[in-house]
């Protein structure tokens, strides 16, 4: 059953009143099910068996999952995932190994319930769409979709087949930002009114293979001009400030830097003759969106992988009417009337009333797992969603929301910097 909850302010605490109970859980994923129901199998499929697909695939295996079925395009990538799931359950699955819509003949199995995609970035929303159509449930890697009209294609799937769909957005689980996503809804901030978000990561190393061929992030950065790689900075603020929710992303303005940094990199580790020396990359070094909302927010979104720093990964900031929280501060907050004079306090002073619910109940289970612990979340929440029958907590609409922004900042970036229009998707219910 797909269900949103937008529109009045009564109608959208009392959806965060459900997503808070849902997350008060102290059950196994399988809660949703009791009785019979309980002995049911979760079966899923993976498309894209690489580093991601097989991370998340251990994970579920480790929350008791089946997997009958695994595709990838290359085979010594399938193998090793087949011998991560028969080591884990005796059993072999089946491998789809056969070029790159084979993942289309693995769809036809009538035995599995759900589709882990950890393909390349490219490939996501057209097989999301196919899983959905062929009445699979999706946890789909990041991001969810390449181009607006993938994006429609995205939530009108979702709506259509009522499947579960969940983007698999780890940083929304960081303990920290989901510390701040309760203050927001209890008023600690009073009115949101500005944020800070990024994702500055040098990542050149992985756009190439040791000969200069380019890998899937290699032919993103050849490809397209825009913030590539939105969803681990945007996804955490977007659910702060209740991006479809109750508010919703106007417009979006980018500029960007030249590529200077990145040409450095191709011509200092690329051989002379390999296809990287010849590419023209369209991506820029650094590349900053500014988002203005209905609620007259102002995003501030910055996308970096090619400039020479130590890394950062996503960070993300928030400015309220009565409150202010920075993650590179050290995740510090100030509030009026409560800190100190100007002094930021560390956000864990106030862990006892805001510690999120799902890390009161679930933070062993998150120890050692990669991504601050947002990776056990991801896999276990689609799994209660998919087996309580949804919502799921990051749906088709958010996935293209936070997705659009790729695009958008590509179009706007070719329209000299021009502010664009972002669709609204939650019209999908019009
Ligand atoms: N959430 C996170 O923190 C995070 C981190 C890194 C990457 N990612 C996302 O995960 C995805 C995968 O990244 P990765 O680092 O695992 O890449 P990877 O290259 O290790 O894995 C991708 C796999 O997909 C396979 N593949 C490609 N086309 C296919 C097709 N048509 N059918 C079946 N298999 C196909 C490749 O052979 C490869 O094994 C990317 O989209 C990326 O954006 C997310």
Redesign the pocket.
Known sequence: MYQRFIGSPIQRRNFLKTSLAAGLTLAPAWAGYEGDDEQKPFRLGV???????RYLLELALREGVEAPAL????RA?LEIALDIVEKARGRRPEGYSNG?E??RRMLQRDDLDAVLI????Q??APIAVAAMRAGKHVLS???GAMTIEECWDLVRSARETGMVYML?E?CCYWREPMMVRRMVESGVFGRPTYAECGYVHDCRHLEFEPDGSL??RGRLARDWPGNN?PT?SFGPVAQWLGINRGDRMVSLMAASTGSLAHEAYVAEHCPEQSPARRAKFKGHDSVTALIRTANDVLIDLRYDTSSSRPTEGPYHALQGVKAAYDSRLGNKIWIEGCSKGSRWDPIDKYQEEFEHPLWTSWREKTKGVQ?GGGDFFVTQQFIEAVRSGGPSPIDAIDSAAWSAILPLTAQSLSEGGRAVDCPDFTKVFA
């Not at 950890?118 to 970035?121: A, H, I, L, P, S």
């Open positions: 498309v894209g068996a690489g580093r991601r697909g595709c990838d395009i290359r990538n790159p084979d993942y950890g393909t390349d970035m490939l996501h890697e990041v991001s698999a780890n890998t899937w790689y681990h991504h």
